[in-house]
């Protein structure tokens, strides 16, 4: 990518960003560190183990997420669809466990 396209996809995330926080359904979202930076967890036998990176090695990895309250699940898939990386990418959308009763 060119250093103008780099500016053009920052412009249009930023344009996407305001358009879901001024519409009220943006929650939370960041930006990921690389998976390399990752450190799994796991108790076996009462015993913490750790291993250095994710706890499974894919060609694509998540880079950010995008914390939404969508009104339906096609409301959740228009949203995506406007992220400026599915033109590249893939934009995986998950429902989040509700544990209010």
Do not use: C, H
Not at 48 to 72: D, M
């Amino acid at each position: 990518m060119t250093r103008e396209d780099i500016q053009a996809e920052g412009d249009a995330y930023e344009a996407f960003t305001k358009s879901i926080v001024e519409s009220g359904n943006f929650l939370d979202g960041d930006p990921f560190e690389a998976t390399g930076n990752a450190t799994t967890v796991s108790i076996r036998d009462g015993k913490i183990q750790t291993t250095p990176g994710p706890v499974e090695q894919t060609k694509l990895q998540l880079s950010a997420y995008y914390k939404v309250e969508a009104e339906s699940p096609e409301q959740a898939v228009e949203m995506a669809s406007r992220i400026p990386g599915a033109r590249r990418g893939f934009i995986e959308v998950r429902p989040v466990w509700n544990f209010e009763l």
